[in-house]
């Protein structure tokens, strides 16, 4: 959103369907490189929380959604990564609503937007690892909930222990790139008027 003070009318129309189609590839690279490297976190809404930053909600969904298609295809499609659509849809709102109501504008924002988002990705998470699959989706992390299912935990309970540890580091690797960006160019629209 804050880059359409930077341009003119004529312009933004290609430049958010070229930032949304860049930002699907990218979420797609990095989650499938981070597949291939077995770190245990996504990197699949790095971009979906840019877009929601700089572009707001419908390029954001349209990320958000078509990012996980990507990285099904990417995988080979084993069907794990449909499901979490709805997490990236989630971070997308959630990113949005803190750019609309002000509450993207200092590092203490930035990091509230982290804690909310991990939260609010981790039950989600939980829910559709829980309901859908059974506690395993064949990622990485899947062996930290095993190891705490063992203890006598619900699967519930050990995937949103897992997840909230993972996704306040994965919603931070996202969070923080775009907060930066946005400042960088809300100075830059600042010093155009």
Same mark, same amino acid.
């Given at each position: 959103?804050?880059?359409?003070?930077?341009?003119? %009318?004529?312009? %933004?129309?290609?430049?958010?369907?070229?930032?949304?189609?860049?930002?699907? !590839?990218?979420?797609?690279?990095?989650?499938?490189?981070?597949?291939?490297?077995?770190?245990?976190?996504?990197?699949?809404?790095?971009?979906?929380?840019?877009?929601?930053?700089? =572009?707001?909600?419908?390029?954001?969904?349209?990320?958000?959604?078509?990012?996980?298609?990507?990285?099904? !295809?990417?995988?080979?499609?084993?069907?794990?990564?449909?499901?979490?659509?709805?997490?990236? #849809?989630?971070?997308?709102?959630?990113?949005?609503?803190?750019?609309?109501?002000?509450?993207?504008?200092?590092?203490?924002?930035?990091?509230?937007?982290?804690?909310?988002?991990?939260?609010?990705?981790?039950?989600?998470?939980?829910?559709?690892?829980?309901?859908?699959?059974?506690?395993?989706?064949?990622?990485?992390?899947?062996?930290?909930?095993?190891? #705490?299912?063992?203890?006598?935990?619900?699967?519930?309970?050990?995937? =949103? =222990?897992?997840? #909230?540890?993972?996704? #306040?580091?994965?919603?931070?690797?996202?969070?923080?790139?775009?907060?930066?960006?946005?400042?960088?160019?809300?100075?830059?629209?600042?010093?155009?008027?």
């Amino acid at each position: 959103m804050v880059l359409y003070y930077l341009i003119d %009318r004529k312009k %933004r129309n290609l430049l958010t369907v070229s930032a949304i189609i860049t930002a699907i !590839l990218l979420n797609g690279l990095f989650s499938y490189l981070n597949n291939l490297m077995g770190f245990p976190i996504f990197l699949n809404s790095t971009f979906t929380v840019m877009t929601a930053s700089l =572009f707001g909600l419908w390029p954001a969904v349209v990320v958000g959604l078509l990012s996980n298609c990507f990285i099904e !295809l990417l995988n080979g499609f084993p069907g794990s990564y449909i499901p979490f659509t709805a997490v990236n #849809i989630l971070t997308a709102l959630v990113t949005t609503f803190f750019v609309k109501t002000k509450h993207f504008e200092t590092a203490t924002h930035a990091f509230w937007l982290i804690i909310i988002l991990s939260a609010v990705n981790s039950l989600a998470g939980a829910l559709i690892v829980t309901f859908l699959f059974g506690g395993t989706t064949e990622h990485g992390i899947d062996n930290l909930v095993k190891s #705490i299912t063992v203890s006598g935990k619900s699967v519930f309970s050990a995937s =949103f =222990f897992v997840l #909230i540890v993972v996704n #306040i580091v994965d919603k931070g690797l996202a969070v923080l790139p775009s907060f930066f960006l946005y400042k960088k160019i809300q100075c830059l629209a600042a010093g155009e008027k």
